[in-house]
């Protein structure tokens, strides 16, 4: 971990928050990105109070310049990238019937855009220095479905073929790309925020506060896949409370 440049993406909160404080505070020079700009500033200066590394830039993760600049950043900062932990995510659940197309498209722009403007922002620097990590959070919806998640879990099953696929490729290609997926359950984050479906938010709301755990679990979990000697890929990790039944 030490000295490892890493970015993160939906780093203003919940997952990517917990993720920047504990990389940083094991060496790790870190890299954030997501919209709320003021959040990332304060996460910031928080690293670097408690004697870590850390910048930070506004990006939208559904702009491919966004992501480049994030890119670049971290390049112009620490002269590196080693890590790419795309996070950014969002999940205002609904049924079908319920119509609420505009979220329909939000989830794709972000869960599913998202990720692929953040591999093409890295992937050249990664395929030119033969090495380099990939982590991607998607979703236990991402494994089996849900009643409310068609949109939201077909976007994270999306992350979970194409993290894959990018395993696969990089192994031939001898590029030693090394890929994580984080498949989480009930994690106590600002993603029920956006489920504007009263009845969804309701009953979301009801799971997380039964068996909901703290962000700093998905954390640790991605610290250990960055630990892993270079010859190691551990690629999905399913992680929830234990007293939920998924």
Do not use: C
Not at 128 to 135: H, Y
Not at 139 to 145: F, Y
Not at 186 to 204: K, P, R, V, W, Y
Not at 212 to 220: F, K, L, M, N, V
Request: hydrophobic share 45%; aromatic share 6%.
């Amino acid at each position: 971990m030490q000295g490892k440049v890493i970015i993160i993406t939906g780093a203003s909160s919940g997952i990517g928050e917990a993720s920047a404080k504990l990389l940083a505070s094991r060496g790790a020079r870190v890299v954030l990105g997501a919209r709320r700009e003021d959040r990332l500033k304060t996460l910031v200066d928080e690293i670097r109070s408690a004697g870590g590394e850390a910048v930070y830039q506004a990006l939208d993760v559904t702009r491919q310049a966004d992501n480049d600049a994030l890119v670049k950043l971290a390049r112009d900062s620490f002269g590196q990238v080693d890590v790419i932990f795309l996070n950014a995510g969002v999940m205002p659940s609904a049924p079908l019937s319920a119509l609420k197309t505009d979220d329909w498209h939000e989830m794709v722009d972000i869960n599913i855009k998202g990720v692929l403007n953040g591999v093409a922002a890295v992937l050249p620097t990664f395929t030119a220095q033969k090495s380099g990590q990939v982590i991607a959070t998607s979703s236990v919806a991402g494994l089996k479905a849900y009643p409310n998640s068609a949109v939201y879990g077909g976007t994270k099953w999306f992350v979970r073929e194409f993290m894959e696929v990018l395993r696969i490729e990089s192994a031939m290609e001898g590029t030693n790309i090394r890929t994580s997926t984080i498949y989480p359950a009930a994690i106590n984050t600002e993603l029920l925020n956006a489920i504007s479906d009263e009845g969804t938010a309701a009953g979301m709301a009801a799971l997380y506060k039964a068996h909901g755990i703290s962000p700093e679990r998905i954390a640790a979990v991605v610290a250990f896949a960055i630990e892993q000697p270079a010859d190691t890929t551990v690629s999905e990790f399913t992680v929830g409370p234990t007293t939920q039944p998924w």
